[in-house]
Nanobody, 121 residues
Framework: VQLVESGGGSAQPGGSLTLSCAAG????????MGWFRQRPGKDREGVAV????????TYADSVKGRFIISKDNAKNILFLQMNSLKSEDTAMYYC????????????????WGQGTQVTVS
């Protein structure tokens, strides 16, 4: 089981960053994959979730229209493209994977990466 995030760093408001999550073969085959974040002083929240079983993508309202989640199946990599960044996007971002029958909710995610820090200022 392996999820390794990269691509975090600093950006100015309005800028862009792309996060990557390299997954082990077993983890990449889970039918829920997603990105979560934890902002300073806040609980962890879902940012973008792919339910592969239902071909469904869900975004948090705060990132809709700005963030895009995608996968590279040839390389077992999950991406999060973040555009029009805002200061409130500053957070530790985590890649996660799991399985679900109906749709993916936070409790379905049982595999987690160590996180990558994104700072927008």
């Amino acid at each position: 089981v392996q999820l390794v995030e990269s691509g975090g760093g600093s950006a100015q408001p309005g800028g862009s960053l792309t996060l990557s999550c390299a997954a082990g073969r077993y983890t990449y085959k889970r039918n829920c994959m997603g990105w979560f974040r934890q902002r300073p002083g806040k609980d962890r929240e879902g940012v973008a979730v792919l339910w592969i079983g239902g071909a469904q993508t869900t975004y948090a309202d705060s990132v809709k229209g700005r963030f895009i989640i995608s996968k590279d199946n040839a390389k077992n990599i999950l991406f999060l493209q973040m555009n029009s960044l805002k200061s409130e996007d500053t957070a530790m971002y985590y890649c996660a994977a799991g399985d679900a029958r109906v749709s993916c909710v936070t409790n379905d995610f049982i595999y987690w990466g160590q996180g990558t820090q994104v700072t927008v200022s």
